[in-house]
């Protein structure tokens, strides 16, 4: 079995979590609360808004089509109505530094993080946020659009909702809140709607979509209609979003469990990561089947990978995850990409720099970069199209 001669190998990061010094959003500040989960703030990160094109060069030299990366809305929007030309001009010399490289260059509006001016009166519960998401959308599909690849409107809107409103883990840090979860999830739907139409209204022609946070779902015996009951939720609202939409980003990690409880823990007997979730590289296949069998639409893979210490369970997980995903294809599935999660060890939100998603490992203190034995191994399968 081989993968299509144009299937797009791509990798991915978030601008807070590589970048570092963006202190003008949200999640800085939540680094910063005293009593925040964060385990260590991001700081100087990987330093990418200085050293992108040696990562690109790495990314070139191992052989993807593509690179997935966010812009920063805080530093592009610093102030409500101010635009930093800086800024803007700053991601226009990226994508062009991808282009130079013949990698496709895919943008990402908004990841995680929220300007501080935006998060201060609700955030994503203040129906203020989407046309305020709207104009900031407008400012970089004007300023970018004409160069850039593939465009995804929000990432993960699911686990903004879920993260910042109901586990707490995530600014706000607001713990059990149904009502703001239900008023972020209305918003973030509607900003990621009204953002397709932005970006097509605007210069350049490229697909748009949506990525959303998925695994394989399974129930302990007897529980099985429960499944449905937490999907639709957590998963179907964003999928049945799409309509219209050129694809559907598909990212996903591993296994969500259902039982008489509710979503429960993992399942006795099965290898756990430090993330606190199962080993679960099934979860590609599964969630690329429901999404297309939701949308109809085009999947890419948008993230997959693994965090971990040892890079050996990382080429495991890689492999299976890969298999899950060829068996899509030859399937006839219409499945056009795969983004590995992530190019580098950076910053993991809650977790600090505990987590090690990377193909290419990152020295804090020096910044000194060291492509990984799964950089390696990944590279030898985009090169032949088969898993090795």
């Known amino acids: 079995m081989t993968f299509p001669t144009d299937f797009l190998w791509g990798t991915a990061t978030a601008a807070h979590q590589v970048e570092g010094g963006n202190w003008n959003n949200d999640w800085w500040a939540w680094e910063h609360t005293p009593g925040s989960p964060c385990e260590a703030p991001s700081g100087d990160a990987c330093d990418q808004w200085h050293r992108y094109e040696d990562d690109l060069d790495l990314m070139q030299a191992l052989g993807f089509g593509a690179y997935r990366f966010s812009l920063e809305w805080s530093r592009i929007e610093p102030e409500e109505g101010l635009v930093s030309r800086v800024a803007l001009d700053h991601y226009r010399a990226v994508i062009d530094a991808c282009h130079d490289r013949g990698l496709q260059a895919v943008v990402t509006l908004h ?39 593939l465009a995804c409107t929000i990432n993960e809107p699911n686990v903004v909702a879920l993260m910042g409103w109901m586990w707490g883990l995530f600014p706000p840090g607001i713990a059990n809140d149904l009502d703001g979860y239900a008023r972020a999830t209305d918003h973030l739907l509607a900003a990621h709607r009204t953002a397709v139409e932005g970006l097509r209204s605007g210069p350049g022609s490229y697909p748009v979509g949506l990525t959303v946070s998925m695994s394989d779902w399974s129930a302990e015996p007897g529980y099985e209609d429960r499944i449905d009951e937490f999907r639709s939720v957590h998963e179907d609202v964003y999928l049945g979003a799409t309509t219209g939409d050129d694809f559907i980003g598909v990212q996903c990690y591993s296994r969500t469990r259902v039982g008489e409880a509710g979503v429960i823990g993992p399942e006795p007997g099965v290898e756990v990561l430090d993330m606190g979730y199962e080993y679960w590289p099934e979860s590609a296949e599964a969630s690329i089947r429901h999404a297309i069998d939701v949308t109809g639409l085009p999947v890419y893979v948008t993230e997959n990978g693994i965090g971990t210490h040892d890079d050996e369970q990382r080429i495991r997980y890689l492999r299976s995850s890969l298999e899950g995903v060829q068996r899509s294809v030859d399937a006839g599935l219409d499945v056009r990409g795969f983004f590995h999660w992530s190019l580098l060890d950076n910053f993991e939100w809650a977790f600090g720099y505990r987590m090690h998603f990377g193909i290419i490992g990152v020295d804090l203190a020096t910044q000194a970069r060291t492509v990984k034995p799964s950089g390696h191994w990944l590279a030898e399968v985009m090169r032949s199209g088969r898993i090795g």
């Open 111 to 149: 990841h995680f993080s929220t300007p501080r001016w935006a998060a201060a009166d609700g955030g994503w519960t203040n129906p203020a946020i989407v046309d305020r998401f709207r104009r900031y959308v407008d400012v970089a599909g004007a300023a970018l659009g004409d160069r850039i690849d």
